[in-house]
């Protein structure tokens, strides 16, 4: 039996500053903004590609706003990521690999290409260049 991880809540204080951002910024597609009931809205959002999705809403989770920290997303081409989301106006880091422990600087080798952002709550992203998908 095959276990997919559908959704990640991922934990924000304006609903519709967040779907904003991930709409207009990261390039996620909105797959519904939906009130369930009084307190309650699920706002669905699914990075380009991705089968997985995250939900920012109301009334989901008693997590802390910007307490999601590690998401992770793969790219094929991280230069060109890293320009996409510039272009969109996200604050993203240079590319950088890990060395000794710490992140550096420009491109690292398989698996070791990475920029990182956070949405405007401060939940946290790294984009990774996955080889052969190039």
């Known amino acids: 039996m095959d276990w997919k991880l559908e959704v990640v809540v991922v934990p924000v ?19 519904h903004d939906s009130r369930i009931r009084d307190g309650v ?17 109301t009334g989901l989770t008693e ?5 999601v920290k590690g998401l992770q997303l ?3 081409d991280i230069d060109r990521a890293h320009a996409e989301l510039v272009a969109r106006g996200v604050e993203v880091s240079p590319v950088q690999h890990f060395e000794d422990g710490d992140r550096v600087d420009g491109r690292g080798g398989l698996w070791n290409s990475f920029v990182f952002f956070s949405d ?11 080889p052969g998908r190039r």
Do not use: H
Request: some cysteine.
């Open 13 to 31: 204080t304006d609903v519709d500053r967040a779907k904003l951002f991930y709409e207009e910024q990261a390039g996620f597609r909105v797959d």
């Open 41 to 57: 809205r699920v706002v669905q959002l699914t990075p380009p590609g991705s089968p997985c999705s995250i939900v920012v809403g």
């Open 74 to 76: 793969v790219v094929p």
């Open 63 to 67: 997590a802390p706003a910007g307490s």
């Open 120 to 130: 405007p709550d401060g939940n946290g992203w790294a984009v990774q260049e996955a």
